[in-house]
């Protein structure tokens, strides 16, 4: 049943790495630079995982063979805002259609997409007590801390993905547009403050 599902894009996939002068075909998933969504991480204070988790499912759905039944169950937004529910689907989807790449191949994506979770959680209950009266400077500052592993999760399987799609350096989204400079400056301007904050305390 996998190999009928990507066999498609498969084949399509590699006939465009054969034709590097052409236009660039539709990747299977989201490709990004892991510089440009660091910055887009740190400065959105982590809210840009749930864009990312929006577009590798819009990516999908658009290019999944359209004979696929999975093409209209899939609802991006749904899945993004539950992104705990259907990571290990997106991871497992990653890894069937990069197996091609030996590195892809010997990703161990359910294990990823448990530590996943589990760092999800993690951080969720570490945001309510530094909101709630027992929170303290350092559960505040664990919270906030939190953010690193996340994003090295997050960074590990967009390495992946851009490693199946045949740009392992995300090059074709490395640029930060307009409307990320405002994102960035919003959240230089929150880092600045939260900073202040605790040098005055």
Known sequence: MTETLYADATAQHAASGNAASTAAAPSMFYMVSK???????????????????YKQWDHYKDNVPAASQFRTNVWPVQRALFSLFFIHSLFRKIHEYGTRHPEVAGWHHTAHAWAMVAM????????????????TPL???LSRLALVPLLLGLLRAQHMINLSCGDPAGDTNDKLTMANFV???????????????????
Do not use: E, Q
């Open 120 to 135: 999800t959680l993690g951080s969720s209950i570490l945001d309510r007590l530094a909101g709630s009266p027992m929170g």
């Open 183 to 201: 994102w960035v400056g919003i959240g230089v301007l929150l880092w600045a403050s939260l900073i202040l904050g605790w040098l005055l305390d």
């Open 35 to 53: 510089r440009k969504a660091t910055i887009l991480y740190l400065c959105t204070w982590g809210s840009y995982s749930l864009y990312w988790f």
């Open 139 to 141: 559960i505040d500052a």
